[in-house]
């Protein structure tokens, strides 16, 4: 029996890339989900407004009330949880692709850790404000990135190696996490606790802007090595024969997830499970082989505003913090892999 249709799709500038129609249906379906989802969530709130109103609002025909709570106070919300989710959901995708391994994740591998270590060393020592929290978390992140890549080269990078390592310096973040806990004042520690759980509440237009720009960069450079990427999966070895210069591909796709993890952690706090779960999520949906960028992407804000709805929906008077709902929820999800891949020998 022969595999699914692919089709050719070749753009105006006179690039081509193949496509299969389960794998785009897919796609826009996800798209049509997000959407949905962002309207709704947009429309939760003290002050309820339905998904048309929300709709008419967004489109410029709204009351001034309702134009002021949408735009103002809630569309910079949706709108971080989004790329905030997009940006994990690539990613986790980039990582596990780069380490053929589906446990190749950044908040399993460290990444998130080192993010929260440059955030809380703002916290604890400088007592800095929000801005200058996010940059903590975003040079943590890149530091970690770097010292992991760099411990886990020996005659270049390799799946298995980069996964250990991460694990190894995700123990020793998490008791640098525990450290500076035990060091700050009880109102740093309050505060640390609640960056720590990721949140999106209070998000604004300040925390838009800046993930956006890095997301419109470097989207297309992902996707200019998705070809590379497909073929890093079948192995160093491989790849060199197909001309693919594994190193230079390794490092840029690693810089891109790197800068795309710590971004989204400096947004919205290190938020669990989502780079975990929509990479392989989104392969199940397409069937697809290779490590379906825009469709991890997809899954991924997708499952974010659907969590941060059922936070503020699912427990009454009670709005959780959406990093406790992704934790519950991709913490089974983490049991079930570990379990699957075990049965398959693969661990």
């Known amino acids: 029996m022969g595999g699914p249709a692919v089709k050719a799709i070749r753009t105006p500038g006179g690039l081509s890339f193949r496509a299969e129609p389960r794998a785009l249906a897919v796609l826009g379906a996800l798209a049509l989900v997000t959407l949905a989802a962002a309207v709704l969530l947009i429309g939760t709130g003290d002050f309820a407004i339905g998904p048309v109103d929300v709709v008419r609002s967004l489109l410029g025909s709204g009351t001034a009330a309702q134009d002021f709570i949408i735009n103002e106070l809630r569309l910079p919300r949706v709108l971080v949880a989004l790329l905030v989710g997009a940006s994990l959901g690539i990613s986790g995708a980039l990582f596990q692709s780069i380490s053929r391994n589906p446990l190749g994740s950044p908040d399993v591998i460290g990444f998130g850790q080192g993010s929260s270590v440059g955030a809380l060393t703002v916290i604890v020592f400088f007592h800095g404000g929000a801005y200058a929290v996010s940059l903590g978390a975003l040079a943590g992140g890149l530091a970690t990135g770097v010292a992991v890549y760099l411990l886990a080269w020996k005659k270049g990078v390799h799946g298995y190696r980069l996964v250990l390592v991460g694990i190894g310096a995700a123990a020793m973040l998490t008791a640098c996490i525990h450290y500076l806990l035990t060091k700050s004042t009880l109102v740093d520690a309050a505060r640390s606790m609640v960056w720590l759980t990721g949140s999106l ?13 890095l997301f419109v960069v470097i989207l297309p450079v ?6 590379p990427l497909r073929m890093l999966e079948m192995g160093d070895d491989a790849a060199y024969a197909l001309g693919v210069p594994v190193q230079r591909a390794r490092t840029v796709l690693m810089l891109s997830a790197v800068l795309l993890n710590a971004a989204a952690t400096a947004a919205a706090g290190p938020i669990a499970f989502v780079a975990l779960t929509a990479p392989q999520l989104a392969r199940r949906l397409t069937r697809a ?3 379906n960028v825009l469709a991890s992407a997809l899954t991924g804000a997708a499952l974010l505003v659907v969590a941060d709805w059922g936070a503020q929906r699912l427990f009454g008077e009670s709005t959780l913090p959406v990093g406790v709902l992704t934790g519950m929820v991709g913490g089974v999800y983490l049991l079930w892999l570990l379990v699957a891949e075990r049965r398959a020998g693969r661990i």
């Open 201 to 213: 509440d209070g998000r604004d237009w300040a925390q838009v802007w800046p993930l956006l720009v």
């Open 222 to 227: 992902v996707l200019l090595y998705a070809r």
């Open 289 to 291: 082989t290779g490590p």
